[in-house]
Nanobody
Framework: QVQLQESGPGLVKPSQTLSLTCTVS??????????WAWIRQPPGKGLEWIGN???????NYSPSLKSRTSISRDTSKNQFTLQLSSPGPEDTAVYLC???????????WGQGTQVTVSS
């Protein structure tokens, strides 16, 4: 059973970088054909895909967030990390990590973590 757990600060100032880590257990982030994704849900809105990092280490980003987003990984810790620079109030959301299959479907999710951007 694969489990994912998000961690990071719940409150971020606009002058800071929003940084979250997803720790994976029960499966390796280098397993072939899987991608490890970040998704968010702003209050009152639907899910928004932010980007992913593939088992190869290659990354993909949403075009609307690409200029501010970086996803990296630490294979020794079986973790992957999201960094979002210059956050604004519009980045306030529940952030979730998930395992994404090659066909685009998600089979395992973290429980999500609330991040509020406010000065």
């Amino acid at each position: 059973q694969v489990q994912l757990q998000e961690s990071g600060p719940g409150l971020v100032k606009p002058s800071q970088t929003l940084s979250l880590t997803c720790t994976v257990s029960g499966g390796s982030i280098t397993t072939t054909d899987y991608y490890w994704a970040w998704i968010r849900q702003p209050p009152g809105k639907g899910l928004e895909w932010i980007g992913n990092i593939a088992y190869t280490g290659n990354t993909n980003y949403s075009p609307s967030l690409k200029s501010r987003t970086s996803i990296s990984r630490d294979t020794s810790k079986n973790q992957f990390t999201l960094q979002l620079s210059s956050p604004g109030p519009e980045d306030t959301a529940v952030y979730l990590c998930a395992r994404e299959r090659a066909g685009g479907e998600y089979d395992y999710w973290g429980q999500g973590t609330q991040v509020t951007v406010s000065s």
